[in-house]
């Protein structure tokens, strides 16, 4: 089955202590991204990544890292969480979004205490 | 002005009733455009593309008025199955490097 598998769905951590929310994708997407979503603010970007070793910022990159080391794995890596990273996460994968649209993953709901 | 508008509802229609929703976008240069579905605390999932000779799935129908710079989404004998938050998605090109731009959603609730 085609899909973006995010690990884990739910996690509280304390602030300061650095987390990996792991993301994969099986479809041989070259395009890949993450996103917050916050109610009110809708969806916004964090990062994205064209390809293997290419990443760029979003719209709201501050406090986030990302690699992308192999095609079909994107980390999203918060090295030193804070409480307004409190956030719904979502990954998401593409052939080219503008064109295909994006397949996201089941979420990842963020608390910072 | 954000770059793209929903109404945020909610639309509260009974069973069968046919809604219908806009979502305004601000940059003319816009090239695709989607209409995506997220149930509560789920994950948005793809519902249609809107083309500009518009186009139906079923009982879903989009249209696209670029001179007026609006998608719209139609539902028609709308079921209960389709209470969601609907989200306008522009984006400025068709390329990977293309911008992508999130609307809010606009909550939509079917009552029996």
């Known amino acids: 089955e085609a899909q973006v598998t995010q690990n884990p769905r739910y996690l509280i951590t304390v602030t300061g202590k650095k987390l990996t929310v792991t993301c994969s994708q099986n479809?041989?997407?070259?395009?890949m991204s993450w996103y917050r979503q916050d109610p009110g603010l809708g969806l916004r970007q964090i990062y994205y990544?064209?390809?293997?070793?290419?990443?760029d910022k979003g719209d709201v990159p501050e406090g986030y890292k990302v690699s992308r080391k192999e095609k079909r794995n994107f980390p999203l890596i918060l090295e030193s969480p804070s409480p307004n990273q409190t956030s719904l996460y979502f990954c998401?994968?593409?052939?080219?979004?503008?064109?295909?649209?994006?397949?996201f993953g089941s979420g990842t709901r963020l608390t910072v205490v | 002005r954000k770059e793209v508008e929903q109404d945020p509802g909610p639309f509260n229609v009974p069973e069968g009733a046919t809604v219908a929703f806009n979502c305004t976008y601000s940059?003319?240069?816009?090239?695709?455009f989607f209409w995506y579905r997220q149930d509560c605390r789920k994950e948005p999932k793809l519902l249609m593309s809107?083309?500009?000779s518009g186009n139906e799935d079923g009982r879903f129908t989009a249209q696209l008025n670029r001179a007026s710079q609006y998608i719209s989404l139609l539902i028609r004998d709308s079921k209960l199955s389709d209470s969601a938050t609907y989200l306008c998605?522009?984006?400025?090109?068709?390329?990977?490097?293309?911008?992508?731009?999130f609307g809010s959603g606009t909550r939509l609730s079917i009552r029996p």
């Open positions: 940059n003319s240069a816009s090239q695709s």
């Open positions: 479809m041989n997407h070259e395009y």
């Open positions: 998401a994968s593409s052939l080219s979004p503008g064109a295909y649209g994006y397949t």
């Open positions: 990544s064209m390809n293997v070793e290419v990443t």
């Open positions: 998605v522009v984006s400025l090109g068709y390329s990977s490097a293309s911008k992508i731009i």
């Open positions: 809107v083309y500009s």
